[in-house]
């Protein structure tokens, strides 16, 4: 993550443009990445690429796509980028010509392309394998499992990629896992399993290693957070009992442990979900303590109007995080107070910019605004967070270091931050093993 894949991808079409004469590109991407016209941007910053491509963001209404689509360019090699959201809608569109129409396809942030069963997925395998050039982009190819990375790999290579003997999903499950409570609920790699798949995929794939002046390493500062003692209570009725009592007699009651172990997360952050009334659309909230907010009054303080990217997990922390800090923005299409446009925060204008991972995650260049990122609450995700972070851990920082403070106010924040790193090692032993 952060060294480079969309300028490396676009000098790769100029070359493949002057070589074999590939013209038309279809960029999948994240939908921000689409809006901010974020590859157009790229294109723009390099003097060998700025006269010869053309980047089209596939935006608005479907008319208005298509017409973009089909205007004219005096440009040699034009790359037209569009949301998965209308992945399955393109393909519709173009029925059979889309073939003829587009040389090569690139996924940016390939992940997006990891379930089999999706119609995304269903989509792109009956019009899109026919186009010869297929480039996938991503810096957490194996997400939160090793079994993302079947569909991915069948993006770029085709079923080739996985024979002999793991052509399909189900041959790709049955080879490299097993299923220990025999109900298809859980797999289970065998010992020799990531092995085995890295093995099968370097031919198809590979990782730049980090070079000195790469990617700004990542300072991990844990914050640990005093939760007030009658929050403790309550938390441990609600593990013993499954229930408890909040302010004003309000009665919390949750179904299952995995229910019990979300409820403890978000006592941790500061709000409770209640349980949805007949008729109610959105679901209300209980506030519990602000113990967070004290320890990030003292973070921000010490940043002293330097620029933080606060990353939040519960709709409720955003409103509350709101209410408390009158010159924090949000990104558009989310509640609150926006920003104009990313420039505001890569100029340095925006001291405290509120986002969530799984909108804002993905390919958004925020390097240039800032070097503080704080988690409020940390998401399951490992492909999230480590997608988050390299928002500022990225080429083009001009710190020498990221720093992240982590705020951890009690068990539930400790598991879900072991989990993160569990998965973590994985995913950095696949990259480890493809490096050219």
């Not at 300028?7 to 999948?28: Q, S, W, Y």
């Not at 608005?60 to 360019?73: C, E």
């Not at 810096?139 to 793991?166: C, Q, R, S, Y």
């Not at 004290?294 to 921000?300: A, K, N, S, V």
Request: contains cysteine.
């Amino acid at each position: 993550m952060g060294l480079g894949k969309t300028v490396i991808t676009l000098t790769a079409l100029k070359e493949l443009h002057e070589r074999d004469g590939v013209a038309n590109v279809l960029v999948f991407a994240p939908a921000r990445v689409v809006g901010y016209d974020v590859w157009g941007a790229e294109a723009r910053r390099w003097e060998h690429l700025a006269s010869m491509v053309e980047v089209v963001p596939l935006v608005g209404p479907p008319d208005r796509r298509l017409a973009l689509l089909h205007a004219d360019s005096r440009c040699p090699l034009r790359l037209f980028v569009l949301s998965y959201d209308n992945l399955v809608w393109l393909c519709k569109e173009l029925d059979r010509h889309l073939n003829s129409f587009f040389d090569a396809i690139v996924f940016d942030e390939l992940s997006k392309m990891k379930t089999p069963g999706s119609a995304r997925f269903r989509a792109a395998r009956s019009w899109l394998m026919d186009i010869p050039i297929r480039i996938g982009l991503t810096g957490t190819p194996v997400g939160n499992h090793l079994m993302d990375i079947w569909g991915e790999l069948f993006m770029v290579g085709g079923k080739e990629a996985w024979a002999p003997g793991a052509e399909t999903f189900t041959n790709f499950k049955q080879m490299f896992f097993h299923n220990p409570d025999r109900k298809g609920w859980t797999w289970l790699p065998f010992p020799d399993s990531q092995e085995r798949i890295q093995k099968r995929i370097k031919p198809f794939a590979f990782t730049l290693p980090e070079v000195p002046g790469g990617t700004p390493l990542v300072k991990v500062l844990e914050h640990p957070v005093e939760l007030p003692a009658k929050v403790r209570a309550q938390q441990k009725e609600l593990r013993k009992a499954m229930r408890t009592e909040l302010a004003g007699g309000i009665d919390l009651r949750v179904m299952s442990a995995s229910a019990v172990a979300n409820k403890l997360l978000q006592f941790e952050s500061g709000a409770v979900f209640l349980e949805k009334q007949p008729g109610e659309v959105r679901a209300r909230w209980e506030k519990v303590h602000d113990a967070k907010m004290e320890e990030l009054d003292e973070i921000l303080d010490e940043q002293q109007g330097e620029p933080v990217l606060l990353f939040y997990h519960y709709t409720h922390e955003m409103v509350r995080l709101l209410e408390r800090y009158p010159q924090a923005r949000t990104l558009p299409d989310m509640a609150g107070r926006q920003l104009e446009s990313l420039d505001e925060w890569n100029q340095g204008r925006c001291e405290l910019l509120l986002v969530h991972p799984q909108s804002a995650g993905f390919g958004l260049n925020l390097q240039s605004g800032g070097s503080t990122i704080v988690w409020y609450t940390l998401p399951w995700s490992v492909e999230l967070y480590e997608q988050a972070t390299a928002r500022l851990a990225r080429q083009g920082q001009r710190a020498p270091y990221v720093t992240s403070h982590v705020l951890l106010a009690g068990g539930a924040d400790r598991m879900v931050l072991s989990a993160l790193r569990n998965k973590g090692q994985v995913q950095s032993d696949v990259m480890n093993s493809l490096e050219v």
